[in-house]
């Protein structure tokens, strides 16, 4: 899968995309991410890419003019099958896991990092969606774009080593992952659970589950409204609320 990044700010990319689970998938060619400079397609000698903006007020507005060409020259060299095109914004939609998954259905994602003082209204004609990846404000589009490469990245096959370890996490499944453990079998009179260490598959399944289910009760209920159950999940969270 291919990201191109356009952004004012290419060195911010250099280590968190060397590094771990995607630095290793861009190594092995499964995941290819291009990073281009705004700057350089300044239409002046001084490489302005910013002004004041129209109306008066504090802050610098990017231009329309260096955004568009830049993203004109990016499209132009892409020649995937399906491309979106985003924007990173507060103002965008909520990127959640359900949305991630949709973003990996495509063979190549352009993002466009705003920048938070602002840009230029007329450029958001040239993007397929503009995506948040929470409501906070960052100081520009860049982290929202690592997140972006991150959790998309990482649905592409090959790129997380266990394709279990993408089956039984938090919101694939729709409940909030179980609790893990491993050595030493006590620290500080914290014992791992007896039913971890017994061997019996079949038990450990059923913890993991019923585990999973108390914990998604206890810290995201909203999730079980469309989490899949099964009858003994349901009996099991009447159990533990009284209800029923
Ligand atoms: N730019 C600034 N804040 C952002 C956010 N929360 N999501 C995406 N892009 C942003």
């Given at each position: 899968m291919k990201f191109s990044v356009l952004t004012l700010?290419?060195?911010?990319f250099s280590s968190p995309l060397s590094q771990s689970i995607i630095g290793r998938a861009i190594e092995k060619g499964l995941l290819e991410v291009s990073l281009h400079n705004i700057r350089d397609y300044a239409q002046d000698k001084h490489g302005t890419v910013d002004d004041t903006p129209y109306g008066g007020g504090a802050g610098m507005v990017l231009r329309v003019e260096p955004v568009v060409s830049c993203l004109d020259a990016v499209k132009k060299g892409c020649h995937a099958e399906s491309t979106l095109t985003i924007l990173t914004t507060p103002q965008g939609v909520r990127l959640d896991q359900r949305l991630v998954e949709e973003l990996a259905g495509y063979q190549a994602l352009i993002i466009l990092c705003g920048r938070y003082e602002g840009i230029d209204e007329r450029t958001r004609a040239f993007v397929d969606m503009e995506v948040s990846i929470g409501d906070y404000i960052l100081t520009g589009g860049e982290i929202a774009a690592l997140v972006l490469i991150d959790s998309v990245g990482r649905l592409v096959p090959g790129v997380v080593g266990q394709k279990d370890s993408l089956k039984t996490e938090?919101?694939?499944?729709g409940l909030l992952e179980y609790p893990q453990y491993t050595r030493p079998p006590e620290f500080r009179g914290m014992r791992v659970p007896e039913v971890l260490l017994s061997g019996h598959h079949q038990e450990i399944r059923r913890w993991r589950r019923r585990e999973s289910i108390k914990r998604t009760l206890e810290r995201?209920?909203?999730l079980l409204d469309s989490a899949e159950l099964t009858e003994e999940d349901i009996r099991f969270i009447k159990e533990l609320t009284g209800k029923g």
């Open positions: 700010f290419p060195d911010f938090s919101f694939t499944t995201r209920p909203d």
